[in-house]
């Protein structure tokens, strides 16, 4: 049978020409930049120029990044080892309540461990507003957490807006930018942005791999200890091929974005007038303009999103129920229910994220058989009557 991938958010295949970029790393340029040998320097040079390559995707000057090996880590690099330097001047750490489960419990661990920690909610859309991180800043307050966009919901934050506000109050500002990195421009110069998080995957470079941007003159503890690579915060052998990967991302995604971002919008509206037209009962989540342009997340009355992604996997359909990185538990997402939908509307969710290689029947696959789907499911449901 045909697959149809519409789950982009949760993992995407590398891109060939990055393939390609890497292939010679694993095999005959392979090396150590650490080493003092003829392999060494040339390995040295090669992880100087991708450390350039990866900061010119966002406007950084190379000495600012770090690789690592993915957001998770970056996300616990930025927060544990800012707010371990920083302990002295305040302990207090805003977050939102939109944000990434790795956030949420890196301050859980954080809280175990003497910090207080504020979480912001969001509007029914997912929006923060940013008076409202304001009203919880206190002498205290040494950092704010708030992801870019959300890779569940889709939903895209005012972080200059945000930036803005943290000026001149002593707060450090961390980014968890993963779900629009690729999507939507970053320009690191012209926003206060202290610590940035970006991952390798997320732009069609290898999995296993992720980055920190770490502003000029930010300090960080380092979390674990060794070797003393990466400014002595990731110590840890540089992984190569997955730089070189990363690198050839990053140059193609800034080659490509504005014009790939349209496409995947147009595709993406498709697919939500379609929904919304045809299928009665079913709501947009998510907020209805800033959004990611490649997400569309949606929530139908009466039934289950579990049971409409197995019918759709019938079909040779890929989509998610919302967060890859919590999907196999049957707690509802903690995004929606902060929006302020019950547990059962969260449970009606479905997640299409299109990607570099999606295509417009991509959405007319999905039309020919979700309306079906959801009726069928509905006759079935207790919950719903189908008139
Ligand atoms: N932040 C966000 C916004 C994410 O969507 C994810 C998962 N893709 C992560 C962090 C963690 O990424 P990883 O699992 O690659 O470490």
């Given at each position: 049978?045909k697959?149809y991938?519409?789950d982009?958010?949760s993992?995407?295949?590398v891109?060939p ?5 890497m292939t010679p790393?694993?095999?005959e340029?392979?090396g ?6 003829a ?5 040295t040079?090669?992880?100087d120029?991708?450390r ?7 406007g950084a ?6 690789f690592?090996s993915?957001?998770?880590e ?10 371990n330097?920083?302990k002295?001047?305040?302990?207090h750490?805003i977050?939102?309540e ?9 301050a ?7 910090f207080r920690?504020s ?5 029914q ?12 800043i206190s ?6 957490s708030?992801g ?5 919901i ?5 972080i200059k807006r945000?930036a803005?506000i943290?000026?001149g ?19 690191i110069?012209t926003t206060a ?5 970006l991952s390798?995957?997320d732009?069609?470079g290898p ?13 960080l503890?380092?979390i674990?200890?060794?070797?003393g690579q990466?400014?002595?915060?990731r110590?840890g052998?540089?992984?190569l091929?997955?730089?070189?990967g990363m690198?050839a991302?990053a140059?193609?995604?800034t080659?490509e974005?504005?014009a790939?971002?349209?496409r995947?919008?147009s595709?993406?509206?498709?697919l939500?007038e379609?929904?919304l037209?045809?299928?009665p009962?079913?709501h947009l989540?998510g907020?209805?303009t ?6 569309a997340?949606?929530?139908?009355e009466g ?8 019918s ?6 890929a989509?998610?129920?919302?967060s890859?990185?919590?999907?196999k538990?049957?707690?509802?997402s903690h995004?929606?229910l902060s929006?302020?939908?019950?547990h059962?509307?969260?449970h ?7 990607g ?5 029947e991509?959405?007319d ?14 006759r079935l449901s ?6």
């Open positions: 049978m697959e991938y519409i982009y958010q993992a995407k295949p891109d020409r990055v393939v390609e970029e790393y694993f095999t340029r392979f150590n930049p650490a080493s003092l040998h392999p060494g320097d040339r390995a040079a090669v992880l120029q991708c350039a390559r990866v900061a010119g995707f966002i000057a190379p000495e600012e990044i770090i690592t993915g957001a998770t970056s996300n616990n690099i930025a927060l544990i080892g800012y707010a330097k920083n002295r001047t305040g302990n750490i977050i939102s939109v944000e990434h489960i790795s956030i949420h419990n890196i859980k661990f954080l809280e175990k461990n003497g920690i979480k912001v909610p969001p509007d859309f997912g929006r923060i507003n940013p008076e409202k991180i304001r009203s919880r002498d205290d307050t040494i950092l704010v708030v870019w966009g959300s890779s569940e889709g939903t895209v934050q005012d945000i803005a943290l000026e109050t002593g707060a450090a500002l961390h980014v968890d930018a993963v779900a629009v990195e690729g999507l939507i421009p970053i320009d110069s942005i202290h610590l940035l998080t390798s995957n732009i069609y999995q296993g791999l992720g980055a920190l941007y770490i502003r000029k003159g930010v300090k503890a380092p674990t200890m060794g070797g990466e400014m002595g915060l110590s052998t540089e992984p091929a997955l730089i070189a690198a991302a140059d193609i995604a080659a974005m504005v790939e971002a349209k995947l919008a595709m993406r509206n498709r939500i379609a929904v037209a045809t299928i009962d079913s989540n907020h209805p800033e959004r990611v342009p490649n997400n997340h949606f929530r139908f039934i289950e999103g579990e049971s409409l992604l197995l759709l996997r019938d079909e040779g359909i989509v998610s129920t919302g890859a990185c919590s999907s538990t049957l707690e509802p995004t929606l929006c302020g939908l019950l059962e509307e969260a009606g969710s479905l997640e299409f994220t299109f570099r290689w999606s295509k417009e991509d959405v696959r999905v039309m020919e058989v979700l309306p079906d789907i959801v009726l069928r499911l509905r207790p919950l719903y009557t189908v008139n």
